[in-house]
């Protein structure tokens, strides 16, 4: 096989992988709160019962999206980068 079907295969191969791990984290019921909510858990920040998350449309770039989260606790604005922890700052 010659390097540029290796390569071809290879992104085939992880794009699938990615359009079918959305379709599972969608079909098993995780939204946005819950997955934004569940990452700044993993950095070590409290968010007791995430109630919406709406995304900033003005902060926001096209790898860099920024969300306000809402929790029973805190609201939070949650600045995202590819393979990078998120930013969080509470805002109330």
């Given at each position: 096989?010659?390097?540029?079907?290796?390569v071809?295969?290879?992104?085939?191969?992880?794009?699938?992988?990615?359009?079918?791990?959305?379709?599972?984290?969608?079909?098993?019921?995780?939204?946005?709160?819950?997955?934004?909510?569940?990452?700044?858990r993993?950095?070590?920040?409290?968010?007791?019962?995430?109630?919406?998350?709406?995304?900033?449309?003005?902060?926001?770039?096209?790898d860099?999206?920024?969300?306000?989260?809402?929790?029973?606790?805190?609201?939070?604005r949650?600045?995202?980068?590819?393979?990078?922890?998120?930013?969080?700052?509470?805002?109330?």
């Amino acid at each position: 096989m010659s390097k540029s079907a290796s390569v071809s295969a290879s992104t085939l191969l992880i794009l699938s992988g990615v359009l079918w791990g959305g379709a599972v984290a969608r079909a098993a019921g995780e939204t946005p709160k819950d997955m934004l909510a569940a990452q700044i858990r993993s950095q070590g920040i409290v968010c007791d019962k995430p109630q919406s998350a709406t995304r900033d449309a003005k902060r926001s770039k096209p790898d860099h999206e920024v969300w306000v989260l809402k929790c029973e606790n805190a609201t939070y604005r949650v600045s995202r980068y590819p393979d990078m922890a998120a930013k969080v700052q509470q805002l109330r």
